[in-house]
C-alpha cells in the first residue's frame, strides 16, 4: 500500500507566498510521476504541476510563471513553491504518485490534500 500525505497549506494573503510539501512512503517499486492538482468549490480538478517520467516538469497554465515545482533529495518528497499568489488560487491542492506495479501498468495514488486560502 502506498501512502501519500499533503502538507503545508494555509491561509495567505493575495501576493504572498506559500509552500506546500508531499511524500509518499510504504510498498512502492518505482515511482513514475509526481504532481500536484487542485480542485476549488464547484469545479474540476485540474493540473497544477507534475514531473512525469521522462524528467519533464509540466506546468497548468494559469500557474505558469508563479508556481515552482521541486523534487527532494529523497525521491518519493516533492515540493510546491507558490508565489504571487490570487484569490483564485484558492482550492484544496492533492499530490498525485504514480507508480509501476507487478503487471507492467502503473496506478495512481492521491493524497487527501491540502486547504489553500487566499485572501484579497
Known amino acids: 500500500q502506498v501512502h501519500v500525505v499533503e502538507s503545508g497549506g494555509g491561509l495567505v494573503q493575495a501576493g504572498g507566498s506559500l509552500r506546500v510539501s508531499c511524500e509518499a512512503s510504504?510498498?512502492?517499486?518505482?515511482?513514475?510521476?509526481m504532481g500536484w492538482y487542485r480542485q476549488a468549490p464547484g469545479k474540476q480538478r485540474e493540473l497544477v504541476a507534475e514531473l512525469t517520467s521522462d524528467g519533464i516538469t509540466k506546468y497548468g497554465d494559469p500557474v505558469k510563471g508563479r508556481f515552482t515545482f521541486s523534487r527532494g533529495g529523497m525521491k518519493n518528497t516533492v515540493y510546491l513553491e507558490m508565489n504571487s499568489l490570487k484569490p483564485e488560487d484558492t482550492a484544496v491542492y492533492y499530490c498525485k504518485v504514480q507508480t509501476g506495479n507487478d503487471y507492467g501498468t502503473n496506478d495512481d495514488h492521491w493524497g487527501q490534500g491540502t486547504q489553500v486560502t487566499v485572501s484579497s
Open positions: 510504504g510498498r512502492i517499486s518505482s515511482i513514475n510521476a
